[in-house]
């Protein structure tokens, strides 16, 4: 069945050339200063601090302690939705300031909705569920002219610009007061943009993954978009199915591929990755930092990794929902250490970066009710980065494109990961 959900990419290996050419250059240290048009410079991340390994063996050794439970909240259903996989949301998005959430996905259409009419009070018993139409809870709708595999929010424009990625190998932005495109770039040869980022210095760069196979950063200031800078990460042209600057500063960018493999740039000079991290038996769909040392990657292999991205050394492997062939979303809360993933049973997995199996499951039933109906899947999910436990949201979508709100249940403060 065709659509957001499936990955129809191709695992193709680089062909044997008759003469082997010679190795590439070593790649320069992180601190290699690199001019660029416009000129920018990015703090280096100061080393990792690493465990004792006998402390390290310990703690993954012990026991998985749920100090974390949530509820549903609010569930956002369509009266005349049929659960269809045309109804897919592939994506979900805070703004920076969190007052706005925006959806976008199969349905051609990118939704914003308030927080505040997603978000239950304190007040409402932790127990009641909300159930709102999407009609109703949306402020407001933008229609598309293509599919949408990603969403952005342009740093610096107040959260009025918001950027997106098509099955049409575009990037727009579009002006959310205006509510029209303001910029388009066209780069990827009509190939699908699986995802989308922008960097968070003042400058404001752009980068783009393809199923072209390339990654492209560009100036998003500039009309046609500049390239700045274009890269292809696997030998064999794979599909780039995720990119991610680092949100904490500096030069790194992050880069998940059909090839198994995730890759770290140096923005400041893309001739070829800093790092390789080998480790998923399929197809990497996502990539997150979740601190400016740590890196969490998602695959179709069943698991997610966290990396270092000082050395690429694998720190730990997660592992509990199902993933073959589908986009099922990946979010990292920051601040709690808690990782958040769908799932193509229909359910919604958080794990506890501690520790390797999943700390709470919740299963979408038909049309957002509580259960499991495992004729769709989980597709999207995004944390609420701000705010203290008390306010830990999780917010995810489903195939059938039903958007329900988790809150944290009140229980005790877990303690430092």
Not at 30 to 48: D, K, R
Not at 285 to 294: A, E, K
Not at 331 to 348: A, D, H, K
Not at 390 to 412: I, P
């Amino acid at each position: 069945m065709q659509g957001y959900g499936s990955l129809w990419l191709v695992y193709k290996e680089p062909q044997c050339l008759l003469t082997s050419p010679p190795p590439p250059p070593p790649p320069p240290p992180l601190n290699h200063v690199w001019a660029m048009n416009p000129p920018f410079h990015f703090p280096i991340p100061p080393p990792l601090q690493t465990q004792n390994p006998n402390q390290q063996q310990r703690q993954h050794n012990q026991p998985t302690r749920s100090e974390w439970d949530f509820t549903l909240s609010t569930v956002v259903s369509s009266s005349t939705s049929t659960g269809a996989v045309s109804n897919t949301l592939g994506v979900i998005e805070f703004d920076p300031s969190e007052t706005l959430l925006a959806t976008g996905g199969i349905a051609r259409k990118i939704r914003i909705y308030s927080v505040k009419s997603l978000i239950p009070s304190h007040e409402q018993p932790q127990d009641d569920v909300v159930s709102l139409d999407h009609a109703a809870a949306c402020d407001y709708y933008i229609c598309t002219p293509a599919k949408l595999s990603s969403l952005r929010w342009r740093p610096g424009s107040g959260g009025r610009v918001l950027g997106s990625g098509d099955y049409d190998g575009v990037v727009t932005e579009y002006d959310l007061e205006s509510r029209l495109p303001v910029f388009e770039r066209d780069e990827h040869g009509g190939r699908r943009v699986w995802s989308l980022d922008y960097n968070s210095d003042p400058g404001c760069l752009g980068a783009s993954g393809s199923d072209d196979g390339t990654l492209q950063m560009w100036d998003p200031r500039c009309e046609a978009g500049e390239c700045v800078a274009r890269a292809v990460p696997s030998g064999a042209g794979n599909p780039v199915c995720c990119v991610e600057f680092n949100p904490f500063g500096g030069p790194l960018l992050a880069v998940g591929c059909a090839d198994r493999k995730a890759y770290v740039y140096d923005a400041r000079r893309m001739s070829g990755p800093v790092l390789s991290f080998d480790g998923h038996n399929k197809t990497v769909t996502y990539v997150r930092f979740l601190d400016s040392r740590r890196m969490v990657s998602s695959g179709t292999d069943g698991c997610l990794k966290m990396w270092s991205v000082e050395d690429a050394r694998e720190i730990r492997t997660y592992s509990g929902h199902t993933n073959n062939r589908s986009f099922v979303g990946l979010s990292v809360w920051r601040s709690g250490g808690l990782l958040g993933c769908g799932s193509e049973n229909n359910q919604v997995y958080v794990y506890d970066v501690r520790w390797g199996e999943p700390v709470w499951v919740h299963g979408f039933g038909p049309m957002g009710s509580e259960g499991c109906d495992d004729r769709g899947f989980v597709s999207s999910v995004c944390w609420r980065q701000k705010g203290g436990e008390d306010q830990c949201t999780l917010v995810a979508g489903g195939s059938d494109g039903v958007l329900q709100n988790l809150r944290r249940r009140e229980t005790r403060a877990p303690t430092s990961f």
